[in-house]
């Protein structure tokens, strides 16, 4: 789960993360770990397929300065509940930085203090489910070294772990 759709991304090739390098590392990490067929995406239309894998977005709508308002992150929170609730009750979310850790916790009403965002961590959610967190993989966060790929990766061998 990301936090919205990018204005060069999803909002223009009607796919989540494409069209930007946050894309790029996610679909090929999917690919690696047999979640997609293929290890690019370049639009909703490409061919390529997600496997017991679904990508969403906090904030259904692009942002201004592709930063969501707390106003839209509210705004939204009853689709994303219902898009989760209407999931399998094995569901594993990955969390793609803090705010769309923070908006998940806050769709199930959820404290933010007993779920602290942590790169890699994982915590039980009281429906069963279960959220693992990991910096965005975003061209700021790789760049600058907070995120590398090996990091990245660690993060899905955790969730491979945990399906298996």
Request: proline share 5%.
């Amino acid at each position: 789960m990301g936090l919205a759709p990018g204005k060069h991304g999803a909002n223009a090739s009607g796919r989540p993360f494409t069209g930007d390098y946050a894309g790029i590392l996610l679909y090929r990490t999917l690919y690696d770990f047999g979640f997609a067929s293929g290890p690019q995406s370049v639009a909703a239309g490409d061919g390529l397929v997600l496997s017991d894998c679904r990508i969403t977005n906090a904030v259904k709508c692009l942002p201004p300065e592709n930063k969501p308002l707390n106003s839209e992150l509210i705004n939204c929170n009853g689709f994303l509940k219902s898009e989760i609730e209407q999931s399998r009750a094995d569901l594993v979310i990955l969390a793609l930085g803090a705010l769309a850790h923070r908006a998940l916790l806050r769709t199930f009403g959820l404290k933010q203090s007993a779920f602290k965002f942590a790169h890699n961590a994982l915590h039980e959610l009281p429906d069963g489910r279960t959220l693992i967190d990991s910096y965005h993989c975003s061209r700021y966060n790789t760049q600058t070294g907070r995120l590398t790929e090996p990091m990245f990766r660690d993060v899905f061998k955790r969730i491979a772990e945990f399906l298996n």
